[in-house]
Structures are given as C-alpha cells and as structure tokens.
C-alpha cells in the first residue's frame, strides 16, 4: 500500500457468462489514498483510476454496501469498472467512513466533502469539473443520490474546508437505492425487508441514528427542478429495496421535468448478478456517455 502515490499497471479483465465475454486491456495511471479529510485520527481517502485513453470526464463510484465502506487494492477495484475505463472515464471509487461506527449521517457528510475535493481537485487529475456523474448500488446509490440532489446540503458540508465551488454533478446512476426513510414505522424507515426489524438494524447498525435527520438524509425530499439526469436501475423482486423506492423517486424526478429514466430488470434481486449485471452495466454506460460525453 502506497500513501498517496500514483503508479501505472496494465489492466486485463475477462468477466464471461455462458456466451458473453468482454476483455479489458487498458493501461492506468492510479493515485491512491487521496485525502480528502479526516475524522476521529482517521485518513478519508478516494483513489482515482485514469484510462490511457481518458476523455476528460469522471465518475464517481461510492465504495459503500449497507453503509460499510470496505477497502480494496485499487487494482482490483479496477476490475469492476472494466468498461468505463475502456469508454475513457476517469473513475474514482470513493470512500467513507464506515458501519459499524458511523451511520447515514455521516456517510452522507463525509462523502458530500469528498465530492468538493474532487470538484476542486478535477484539473490535477486531467477532469472536466462539469463532467462528473456518480454511481453507486443499494447504499452506494443512496449516496450517489444524496450528492447529485442535495446539492445545497453538499456545498453547505464542505464550505468550511473547499471555499465557494459549484456543487452539482452532471449525471447519476442509482442501482437499487433506498430514497425515503420517513416511514414512522421503523427506523429503518423505508428499507422493505424479509427479515425483522431487530435483524435489520443488526444488520444494517448505521440506520440507528437520530430520527430527526431522517428528513435530510432521504433523497427524495431533495428533488428540484435543477437536478442533474438520473438513471435508476431495480430489480423486481428484490427483497432487501422494495422496486418501489425506485418507482417513487421516477415519479418525483418526472414530476419535477428531470431528464431520467427507469429500468426495471425482471427477476433481478439486490445485486446484479450474472445477464442481470450485463444489462444493468450497459445503461450505466450508455446512460454517462450520453451525458458526460455530449
């Protein structure tokens, strides 16, 4: 593990199904372990992947799964995002600090300052500041959400740290999301589950946090007219994400006149596996292309 440092490797993927099969075969140039902030003595960092072939614009991935934010050799992060850095994106996986610790709240915070840095940061690393979008799945997309719609709440996070800096992203893909957590029920508030409330927070602990934040950190009460295209991607039996988060933020962004569209993948649960991950990964792709490249 190299602090902050920047090295090249040669990247070869093949990720093959009964008949589909994509090679990648492209040189990056990673800086890894960004610093973005700190907390608690602790580095918050983001590494950022640059394709031989770069074109300018970037995306930002949210290394989150139930609010864990897990570490991984950036190499092979890279693998994942094969076909990004073969389109010339620019990707940065991002992240935050993590479940158990710390809960939505602070994720969403952390990762707010960390979209600032790399706003400000876009020149050093060869990026477009205004051809950003951000991804992400189930937490993953929460956050990618939280970042693209609160754009106020994003720049108020990081104004101590980063000074005056447009805030907004260009595009936004959410796999499977949570967006509304003001269901009074729980205070798991809006994530539709098989297993208990008890097992849920078990868990998912960074759902346990002040109720009175449910409000800020839902997505959907962040949706205005001057919000970036967003793609939502769900499957319609997945058990964990109720397919109606997605429905009902659709509706919000349509009702609001955002650019945005809806796949619905039959059959697919919470994470994308195998024809369901081919389908879902091509949108992403096409969906940025379209909006980061034009």
Same mark, same amino acid.
């Given at each position: 593990?190299?602090?902050?440092?920047?090295?090249?490797?040669?990247?070869?993927?093949?990720?093959?199904?009964?008949?589909?099969?994509?090679?990648?075969?492209?040189?990056?140039?990673?800086?890894?372990?960004?610093?973005?902030?700190?907390?608690?003595?602790?580095?918050?960092?983001?590494?950022?992947?640059?394709? %031989?072939?770069?074109?300018?614009?970037?995306?930002?991935?949210?290394?989150?799964?139930?609010?864990?934010?897990?570490?991984?050799?950036?190499?092979?992060?890279?693998?994942?995002?094969?076909?990004?850095?073969?389109?010339?994106?620019?990707?940065?996986?991002?992240?935050?600090?993590?479940?158990?610790?710390?809960?939505?709240?602070?994720?969403?915070?952390?990762?707010?300052?960390?979209?600032?840095?790399?706003?400000?940061?876009?020149?050093?690393?060869?990026?477009?500041?205004?051809?950003?979008?951000?991804?992400?799945?189930?937490?993953?997309?929460?956050?990618?959400?939280?970042?693209?719609?609160?754009?106020?709440?994003?720049?108020?996070?990081?104004?101590?740290?980063?000074?005056?800096?447009?805030?907004?992203?260009?595009?936004?893909?959410?796999?499977?999301?949570?967006?509304?957590?003001?269901?009074?029920?729980?205070?798991?508030?809006?994530?539709?589950?098989?297993?208990?409330?008890?097992?849920?927070?078990?868990?998912?602990?960074?759902?346990?946090?002040?109720?009175?934040?449910?409000?800020?950190?839902?997505?959907?009460?962040?949706?205005?007219?001057?919000?970036?295209?967003?793609?939502?991607?769900?499957?319609?039996?997945?058990?964990?994400?109720?397919?109606?988060?997605?429905?009902?933020?659709?509706?919000?962004?349509?009702?609001?006149?955002?650019?945005?569209?809806?796949?619905?993948? %039959?059959?697919?649960?919470?994470?994308?596996?195998?024809?369901?991950?081919?389908?879902?990964?091509?949108?992403?792709?096409?969906?940025? %292309?379209?909006?980061?490249?034009?």
């Amino acid at each position: 593990m190299f602090f902050n440092q920047s090295r090249v490797l040669r990247l070869f993927a093949c990720c093959s199904l009964a008949s589909w099969c994509v090679a990648a075969n492209a040189q990056l140039t990673i800086e890894a372990d960004v610093v973005y902030g700190r907390k608690d003595g602790m580095a918050l960092t983001y590494d950022v992947l640059k394709p %031989e072939n770069a074109n300018g614009a970037a995306i930002i991935f949210m290394m989150s799964g139930g609010w864990y934010s897990s570490w991984s050799p950036p190499e092979r992060v890279a693998l994942q995002f094969a076909d990004l850095l073969d389109a010339g994106f620019t990707v940065i996986p991002l992240y935050h600090g993590s479940a158990p610790r710390y809960k939505i709240p602070d994720a969403v915070n952390d990762v707010n300052l960390a979209t600032m840095h790399i706003k400000r940061s876009a020149a050093d690393y060869g990026v477009d500041p205004d051809r950003i979008g951000v991804t992400g799945g189930s937490a993953g997309g929460h956050l990618a959400l939280m970042v693209g719609l609160a754009t106020e709440q994003v720049q108020a996070t990081a104004a101590a740290a980063e000074g005056e800096l447009d805030a907004s992203l260009a595009a936004i893909v959410a796999y499977f999301p949570p967006v509304d957590f003001r269901q009074a029920e729980t205070a798991a508030a809006g994530i539709i589950s098989e297993v208990g409330q008890d097992e849920l927070y078990s868990r998912f602990p960074a759902l346990i946090f002040d109720e009175a934040l449910i409000p800020a950190v839902s997505p959907i009460t962040h949706v205005d007219s001057d919000d970036p295209p967003t793609l939502l991607v769900h499957g319609d039996a997945d058990p964990l994400v109720h397919i109606s988060h997605s429905s009902v933020m659709s509706e919000q962004l349509r009702s609001n006149n955002i650019e945005s569209d809806f796949l619905v993948i %039959e059959g697919g649960k919470h994470g994308f596996r195998g024809e369901n991950s081919v389908i879902a990964n091509r949108a992403r792709l096409a969906w940025f %292309e379209e909006h980061l490249l034009n």
